[in-house]
């Protein structure tokens, strides 16, 4: 059996100018750390020939084209030849729709077991770039890159999106003082509700296209913003990275109104109010994760717990997606 693992990741600044309608007219720029949640894809081959495969519902077909699940069958197109006889298995140790970059962590685990299971070799960045080419070209979802080069690639990476769709990866310079800050004060708490992102970045993506002002105007800020975060953490600035968050987040949400609602608004407030520097919501929007930078974590800790949120204690990830068993 083999067993592929790739990691979840939360951005740290410049999130939403990965997408092809912003950074073809004007380079994308973000920061993004993998984080030590994964997503696990297994490949091993069964006694009987056919396809079988194990997600949130099971399929047993006998050739790719029959396939119901959109990345399992584009992924197994890559590798037609005999008759198959392949049995894969994914599992997630957070549900999908939480703002954690899920999709892109899955297909980086499917390509890799399969790439691994038909004895082939794949470098971070062709894999990075062949789950984009699937998830993006080939089923047009309305997402960006990162999900997929962070993944790929672990570490906390500074991702550069030129307009001719290529990627230039950097990893952050971070002093051991100021990463050990970041793992003990960077929280996150899960709202309690899950949301497709869908909605929220194909409006994006629209209004990018159609040269909507305020939305290129809104992400260029973000961009510097990302920047700025770059240079506050590679100064070892973490208390100003933690106001940028802050000022991240709320040009964010002016970027559409299922950004927020009434009850992130209110748990946000709260987490200002007892610890937190600033933070926002991981992903797209409108559910999942809110992550904070504290000054105070122990006091933000229990005011978030009393107030209901379960946190989910991380540390970074630099092995990038990865084969744990071969």
Not at 79 to 100: H, M, S, V
Not at 167 to 175: D, F, G, M, R
Not at 183 to 193: A, I, Q, R, S
Not at 225 to 234: C, P, Q, T, Y
Request: aromatic share 10%; hydrophobic share 35%.
């Amino acid at each position: 059996m083999i067993i592929a693992r790739s990691p979840l990741r939360i951005t740290l600044g410049g999130g939403g100018t990965d997408l092809p309608s912003y950074y073809q007219c004007s380079e994308g720029f973000l920061i993004a750390a993998a984080i030590d949640k994964y997503v696990y894809v297994s490949a091993l081959r069964p006694f009987s020939k056919g396809i079988y495969l194990k997600y949130s519902d099971t399929e047993t077909v006998r050739y790719e084209r029959q396939i119901k699940h959109p990345i399992f069958k584009e992924a197994l197109k890559l590798f037609k030849g005999n008759e198959p006889q392949i049995e894969l298995t994914a599992l997630a140790e957070i549900p999908a729709g939480t703002g954690l970059g899920s999709s892109g962590s899955f297909t980086t685990a499917l390509l890799k077991a399969l790439y691994t299971h038909n004895n082939k070799m794949i470098h971070p960045q062709e894999l990075a770039e062949l789950a984009c080419h699937i998830e993006i070209d080939i089923l047009g979802e309305p997402i960006g890159k990162q999900d997929q080069y962070a993944s790929a690639y672990g570490g906390i990476t500074c991702f550069t999106f030129k307009k001719d769709h290529s990627v230039v990866s950097e990893a952050l310079k971070l002093s051991e003082d100021t990463l050990i800050d970041l793992e003990d004060n960077l929280v996150l708490f899960f709202t309690g509700f899950s949301r497709s992102a869908s909605s929220i970045l194909q409006d994006q993506e629209d209004r990018s296209k159609s040269g909507d002002e305020a939305m290129f105007s809104n992400l260029d800020y973000v961009k510097e913003l990302g920047i700025k975060s770059k240079e506050a953490l590679e100064a070892g600035n973490t208390l100003l990275f933690g106001e940028l968050l802050h000022e991240h987040w709320e040009h964010k949400k002016r970027r559409s109104t299922g950004m927020s609602n009434g009850e992130i608004d209110n748990w946000y407030d709260l987490a200002l109010q007892n610890g937190a520097v600033g933070g926002k919501v991981v992903g797209a929007g409108g559910g999942g994760f809110l992550m904070f930078y504290a000054s105070n974590r122990d006091k933000l800790r229990r005011t978030m717990k009393l107030a209901g949120l379960e946190e989910v204690r991380f540390r970074f990830d630099f092995e990038g997606t990865k084969i744990i068993r071969i």
